[in-house]
């Protein structure tokens, strides 16, 4: 059984960055299209990035584009979510996804497509 664990995350200031890892447990995430959710307090939940699992295909979404690099490390079972010039409406609890489908993540990201949660790390910006 699929099973994901989310690390990395922390305070930082404005500006700076951090890279948040997705890694899977009994099963290897090289099938899997991923996709990286974050939630905000009193916000729903936003998809923020997705690959796919073969195309290496992926999206961003527009408020993190050109900042934030989502890859995979195979050889360590994980996918990454680098972080760059991290602004404070960031700040969130980022949930990694995985889903059988490639077609989770296109032009934009389909949650209710991917159905392995992980629990979350909670990445904090601030001065």
């Known amino acids: 059984q699929l099973q994901l664990v989310e690390s990395g995350g922390g305070s930082v200031q404005p500006g700076g960055s951090l890279r948040l890892s997705c890694t899977a447990y009994g099963a290897n995430l090289e099938y899997y299209t991923i996709g990286w959710f974050r939630q905000a307090p009193g916000k729903e939940r936003e998809g923020v990035s997705c690959i796919r699992s073969r195309e290496r295909r992926n999206y961003y979404a527009d408020a993190v584009k050109g900042r934030f690099t989502i890859s995979r490390d195979n050889a360590y079972n994980m996918v990454l979510l680098q972080m760059l010039n991290v602004r404070p409406e960031d700040t969130a609890v980022y949930y990694c996804?995985?889903?059988?489908?490639?077609?989770?993540?296109?032009?934009?990201?389909?949650?209710?497509?991917?159905?392995?949660w992980g629990h979350g790390t909670q990445v904090t910006v601030s001065l």
């Open positions: 996804a995985a889903s059988n489908s490639d077609s989770a993540c296109g032009r934009r990201i389909f949650e209710n497509e991917f159905d392995s």
